[in-house]
């Protein structure tokens, strides 16, 4: 497989996380997807590698894409900080846990769309929903899931939390 697809959504409130991401090889269309993420950055949505302290980046490679326009410091600042160490941390630990393989690690990059709310409050929350939904992402995309029976048996009872009605 050339590309894993993972989404997760974790806590509540402003603080709210929801990832999607890509894991896939560096040869492949993840490789190209991560390299024009870091290679073409705008305003409002500057993209940034996950470390998990300056100088200490995780493997895979993860790129870190903002799935809204940050309008302001205080929304940077929750990116750049609490946002990237709970990425950071949640791709270590899949690869210390074994849902990435250690040996896989040099050939896969992974690009993973974060959410941050404007009026996002605390700090504290938006590292423990982020890393949580990181960690559930990166172990959907790895396991395949949901799968096709696991779809198809909760479409009808589903309801989207944030479908407005």
């Not at 989404?7 to 999607?20: C, R, S, T």
């Not at 709310?117 to 899931?145: F, L, R």
């Amino acid at each position: 497989m050339s590309m894993f697809i993972g989404e997760a959504l974790a806590g509540e409130g402003n603080e709210i996380a929801h990832i999607d991401l890509l894991i896939g090889d560096k040869a492949g269309p993840v490789g190209v997807a991560f390299a024009n993420a870091l290679a073409r950055q705008s305003e409002g949505h500057s993209n940034l590698l996950a470390v998990l302290t300056p100088n200490l980046a995780v493997k895979p490679a993860t790129v870190m894409i903002t799935k809204v326009t940050i309008k302001g410091a205080k929304q940077a600042v929750q990116m750049f900080g609490p946002a990237q160490a709970a990425v950071a941390k949640a791709v270590a630990d899949s690869v210390a846990n074994g849902v990435i393989k250690k040996g896989d690690v040099e050939n896969l990059v992974i690009v993973c769309g974060v959410f941050i709310h404007w009026e996002a409050a605390d700090d504290k929350k938006i590292y423990d929903y982020n890393y949580e939904a990181t960690v559930m992402a990166i172990k959907n995309a790895m396991e395949g899931k949901p799968n096709v029976d696991e779809m198809l048996a909760g479409k009808d009872a589903a309801a989207h939390p944030f479908r407005g009605f």
